[in-house]
């Protein structure tokens, strides 16, 4: 049976913020006069969490979980809740309350006036560090000039987005999920609205530099073929080096005869073109490492227990 709203909420050690977060967004789908499911997706939480979600589900009817096998990330996680939704209208939102979920009113609002997707823009992020946001930053403007696809800055997940948008991800079985730039390729009408992003209500992120680096190479490697490009360009440009070298050598040697033998010039050239084969062979796997993950063919997610059909 087809509902007004989802509202996907993954799910990693919150068990600090499952209850704050319930009882606003309950208020603002009450507010709003919608029939409404929330639909919490716990990612292989190892605090409280998934019996908190569970008492959730007995007592409230308009409340679901999905409790995957383990720790699959994030995106993996949201593409559970959307694989599983019934919502005409799909709220992607985090648990740590730092997107207000007074806001999808808003959203939902704006997604009437004849969009498919309404993103929310950051105009401030509290309560996070000059290094994150400073990287952050730089990582959504440099994606947004190396792909094809015009990818938003400044957002995250925190969207709303119709059946439609919902129907063409779940065609999209990619290893490497980056929903952001998936919505984005699904083309539509899309717009968003500023918002001031809050301070995580309790506890701390489970959202390392190690993950936000592997995040940011799946964003580049799946939208962009440019570092490929780029492995090819630097080729070319060590070749013109060498051929350069090349003809110095030839001149010193046997016309100004000021040739003094020596490593140093022939260390650094050949250290210098093995670190460029290097780095190309780098990135050359990294396409080759998705492309394998994907031929595989396993299963993005497997779920353990799940109330959605119960």
């Not at 603002?28 to 569970?54: K, P, R, W």
């Not at 780095?279 to 779920?303: A, K, T």
């Amino acid at each position: 049976m087809s509902i007004d709203l989802s509202i996907i909420i993954p799910i990693y050690n919150e068990q600090e913020n499952i209850s704050v977060l319930y009882d606003r967004l309950k208020k603002v789908a009450i507010n709003m006069g919608v029939s409404y499911e929330l639909l919490f997706v716990n990612d292989g939480s190892a605090d409280a969490s998934l019996g908190m979600l569970i008492s959730l589900a007995n007592t409230d009817s308009n409340v679901h979980y999905i409790n995957l096998s383990r720790n699959f990330g994030h995106q993996i996680a949201v593409t559970a809740g959307i694989d599983h939704c019934k919502g005409d209208a799909v709220v992607i939102i985090d648990a740590d309350l730092q997107d207000p979920p007074e806001l999808i009113s808003q959203l939902y609002a704006k997604m009437k006036e004849g969009f498919q997707v309404v993103y929310a823009r950051r105009n401030s992020r509290s309560g996070e560090s000059f290094m994150k946001k400073f990287t952050a930053k730089m990582f959504y403007r440099i994606l947004a000039k190396i792909t094809s696809i015009k990818i938003p800055v400044d957002t995250g997940d925190f969207r709303i987005m119709d059946r439609r948008i919902v129907e063409v991800l779940k065609q999209m079985p990619e290893q490497q999920k980056y929903l952001r730039g998936q919505i984005a390729w699904a083309g539509f009408n899309q717009t968003y609205i500023m918002y001031d992003r809050d301070e995580r209500h309790a506890g701390s992120t489970g959202y390392t530099y190690k993950k936000m680096i592997r995040f940011a190479l799946d964003g580049i490697t799946g939208f962009s073929n440019l570092p490929l490009k780029f492995a090819t360009i630097a080729g070319f440009f060590v070749s013109g080096i060498t051929f350069l070298i090349s003809l110095y050598a030839l001149y010193a040697r046997f016309i100004s005869k000021d040739y003094v033998p020596g490593w140093t010039s022939l260390i650094l050239a050949v250290l210098f073109i093995g670190g460029v084969q290097l780095i190309s062979i780098g990135i050359i796997g990294e396409y080759i490492s998705r492309v394998s993950s994907n031929v595989r063919n396993r299963p993005l997610y497997i779920v353990s227990d799940s109330s959605c059909n119960k």
